[in-house]
């Protein structure tokens, strides 16, 4: 059996983790929060609990799976996430189906009928193709074969084609439909990703009922049961190697030697920050990591409010919503336009309607969401309080207000608010730029050749990647299949 060190307490570090020490591996896992869970996490404030990052997880499963294969499964209480769609002009309403979603569109955009049709025409195809591969349906063994066929072959058409311009095909670039639906998913996303986005969205999103942080906290006491340390407060430093290959880590000056390393945090950082010798990296590597580009931030509104959940449910419908607002204008790719929230779209999300324990009795909890373009207005004030300060606040007042047309009079009824910026999760997660799911998911801008592929082998030897970062669009289905593949090459 091998000694084993792992760099961060995220889904995939702790599913590693757990993985290798049923197999008899000796693992340590350092973390440099206080807390496990990475973005698969939360925390509370003054009796209100919100989600740290991940409001909710796909590929269940794969993921039932993983937590049965460590034991935990019976333990972490996973509950299906519904979503509904509101805009100034159409609400999905209480029916979170894909066919009522089509129809609440051609209803609302009636002129459009005909560009709307084709294009749904498409994405049902896609959204048939991965409903049944993702496990989503219980298909027969020769519905799965036909559709892991379907499926290559949409990867092939929409490869390299983002979703913007699969979009465009079918909506003008200047109209609300374009805005609408090029926005949905990840920004400038490879196309043929929509149909699994659509998929998941309608009837494969899952949450935590007890709030992510409680699914790190089993895992981890999991951990610790079957004899192994897992250090909070303890970050790595440096990453010890000897003639290309790793032999350990230092931390709070100390070093720690193992047999193996798995890096189950930030790739860029692994590389560019935690390496005591580059030299042995190549050159074109390192280039290659300098430029790479990552996937956006978010910036979230965290709101205690003084309304019962039972209140806030009666505008809201579902804890998922979002509110389609974007205006023209809003250009992700503009980090000096001052006005972007003003013009962008909204996500609320409330833990305390799936589980009112999350918020104290007669309150209930409340988070405002949205993209954020990166180092906006200059990285948040180029590190002037004052102007961090002044740039949070302002955000936060028109998330706000935006949200206020789902829940009427909402400023009324905050009585605790909070705001992270990208900044924030950089600090708390390690992430690059506060990189909401590793690396960018523009096909123009891929890190790795293949997007279908976890790829955890490095340039040094015994180094393995165990995070999210080990696919190209990340994901907690990418640090689980990272996870496994790092116990696969450990053996």
């Known amino acids: 059996m091998s000694d084993v060190i792992i760099i961060g307490a995220g889904i995939g570090g702790l599913t590693a983790g757990n993985l290798l020490a049923k197999k008899g591996h000796k693992v340590i896992i350092f973390e440099s929060h206080t807390t496990p869970g990475g973005y698969t996490a939360g925390f509370w404030r003054k009796g209100f609990y919100f989600e740290s990052g991940t409001v909710s997880l796909e590929s269940t499963h794969q993921v039932f799976g993983a937590m049965k294969d460590i034991g935990v499964l019976d333990k972490i209480s996973f509950v299906p996430q519904r979503s509904r769609f509101v805009s100034r002009i159409l609400d999905t309403g209480a029916d979170d189906s894909y066919e009522n979603f089509k129809q609440v569109f051609l209803k609302a955009y009636g002129p459009e009928r005909e560009r709307l049709q084709a294009y749904f025409k498409e994405v049902d195809k896609m959204h048939k193709t991965m409903k049944i591969f993702m496990g989503i349906t219980r298909p027969s063994l020769l519905s799965l074969l036909t559709a892991g066929i379907k499926m ?37 996303m490879a196309a043929y990703i929509l149909g699994g986005a659509v998929a998941t969205i309608f009837g494969g999103y899952w949450t935590v009922r007890d709030g ?196 009427p009079g909402l400023e009324k009824h905050i009585e605790f608010s909070d705001f992270a910026t990208p900044l924030t999760f950089e600090r708390y997660t390690g992430n690059t730029d506060g990189a909401t799911s590793a690396w960018s998911w523009n096909p123009k801008n891929k890190f790795y050749s293949n997007y279908m592929k976890s790829d955890v082998d490095t340039p040094v030897k015994n180094l393995f990647i165990g995070s999210c970062w080990a696919t190209q669009i990340g994901g907690i289905p990418g640090a689980l299949n990272a996870a496994y593949q790092c116990v696969k090459r450990i053996g």
Request: with cysteine; proline share 5%; hydrophobic share 35%.
């Open 152 to 188: 290559f072959g949409v990867y092939f058409k929409y490869r390299n084609v983002t979703l913007g311009d699969f979009t465009a095909r079918y909506f003008p670039r200047e109209s609300e439909l374009y805005r609408i639906f090029k926005s949905f998913g990840y920004p400038d």
């Open 212 to 407: 992510m942080q409680s699914w790190a906290d089993v895992l981890a006491e999991n951990f610790r049961g079957l004899g192994m340390e897992l250090l909070l407060n303890s970050p790595a430093e440096k990453i010890i190697t000897s003639n290309g290959t790793a032999k350990g880590i230092i931390c709070n000056g100390r070093p720690f030697y193992a047999d193996f390393v798995i890096s189950a945090s930030d790739y860029k950082k692994t590389f560019l920050k935690l390496m005591d010798d580059k030299s042995s990296l190549p050159e074109d590597f390192l280039r290659k990591m300098e430029k790479a580009e990552v996937s956006e931030g978010f910036c979230v509104a965290y709101l205690g409010l003084n309304i019962s959940n039972d209140e806030l449910r009666a505008s809201m419908k579902f804890p998922h919503v979002m509110y389609m607002d974007e205006l023209p204008g809003s250009e992700l790719r503009d980090p000096g336009d001052g006005l972007f929230f003003e013009k962008s779209s909204v996500m609320l999300y409330s833990p305390s309607l799936h589980n009112p324990k999350l918020s104290p009795e007669g309150r209930s909890c409340l988070m405002l969401m949205a993209a954020v373009p990166t180092h906006w207005m200059n990285d948040w004030g180029n590190r002037d309080r004052q102007k961090y300060t002044g740039l949070k606040e302002h955000v936060k007042q028109v998330l706000i207000k935006k949200a206020g047309n789902v829940v």
